[in-house]
């Protein structure tokens, strides 16, 4: 599968954005599917991810309750709502697909994600 992410930009702190992520050349509906972020001099991280039919999340703790992950499998589309943005939140973000999860796996590990997107770049000023 393909993924394309899109939406990032530059904010400032308090503010709100979405990304979304474009899937194509696979079925969407079969992958669990995640948000991962890398910002400056760290490492990536995960930020969310999501079950096949998107009933079952997993945010990471600095992004609980400020951020919702959903997806639109009719439109193979995922998205990332983000609210409350802080200077923390500064990275490049990227989408990714993990083929071998099971039904309601939100798998957390990077090396389970076989396809990347792009990425898209966050920046929140203070």
């Known amino acids: 599968v393909q993924l394309q992410a899109s939406g990032g930009g530059s904010v400032q702190a308090g503010g709100s954005l979405r990304l979304s992520c474009a899937a194509s050349?696979?079925?969407?509906?079969?992958?669990?599917m995640a948000w991962f972020r890398q910002g400056p001099g760290k490492e990536r991280e995960l930020v969310a991810s999501?079950?096949?039919?998107?009933?079952?999340?997993y945010y990471s703790d600095s992004v609980q309750g400020r951020f919702a992950i959903s997806r639109n499998n009719r439109e193979n589309v995922m998205y990332l709502k983000m609210n409350n943005l802080k200077p923390e939140d500064t990275a490049v973000y990227y989408c990714?697909?993990?083929?071998?999860?099971?039904?309601?796996?939100?798998?957390?590990?990077?090396?389970?994600?076989?396809?990347w997107g792009q990425g898209t770049q966050l920046t929140v000023s203070s």
């Open positions: 990714a697909a993990s083929g071998g999860a099971s039904f309601h796996n939100t798998p957390r590990n990077q090396n389970q994600y076989e396809s």
């Open positions: 050349g696979g079925t969407f509906s079969s992958w669990a």
């Open positions: 999501i079950s096949w039919t998107g009933i079952r999340t």
